[in-house]
């Protein structure tokens, strides 16, 4: 008090120790689709007296194409336990690693890494192929590449998902090998065929379908479809 006498105040108090679990750091995907849409779950347990924020933090330069924990953000209370969903499309044909990181109480930054190997499905076939020289990976790995810069990349992830031409009513995918089949001069009336074989290269099982809607009342067939 100015102009007055000088008065002791004791101040007590005590602090309280941020205490925490919070785990697993490292998820492997091991081999993937490359638009497949993988989930992992991140556990984080209070085991403070107080309640803890946390913030997920994803640097936007990553070479996975999509990181999303949910809930990014929130609080935990006091003895609570709160399970975070990590989920992650891979995007690219080739091995990804990234890392992110889980800020803990405003003060302690904890660090996860996730990794998978990017895969597409492939066939090999004894069709005649056009583009020999082509290697069909490196071709998609830098499409997708191109395409990653654009409004339109997560669309074509999610085009190479799909398992039903049905729903297809205009081809914009990518195209990777081009095949020509020539069955030289045919007399009118003369029926002449070519058979073919396909192999699963892929190291996961994979589904196809022929698009056979482009030939339709030409006078070509293919069967099975």
Known sequence: IIGGPDYTIDLTGSSVTVDYEIGPKLFDFGISNLA????????????SDISLSYVTKIPKCCSISSIVVEPNEGTVEAGKIQQLTLTVIPGYPTFLKDSFIIQIGKIVDEEFTVQVEGIFPQIETTLPKENTEVVERDLLLAKLKELSTTPTFMN???LMSM?????????????????QIDFGKLVLGQTKSFEYSMKNVSPLPISFEIDVRSIESTGFQIEPH
């Open 36 to 47: 497949q849409k993988l989930t992992k779950t991140i556990c984080l347990k209070n085991k």
């Open 156 to 158: 074509t992830i999610q």
């Open 163 to 179: 398992t039903n031409f049905s729903k297809i009513t205009k081809f914009n995918g990518i195209s990777l090998s081009q095949f």
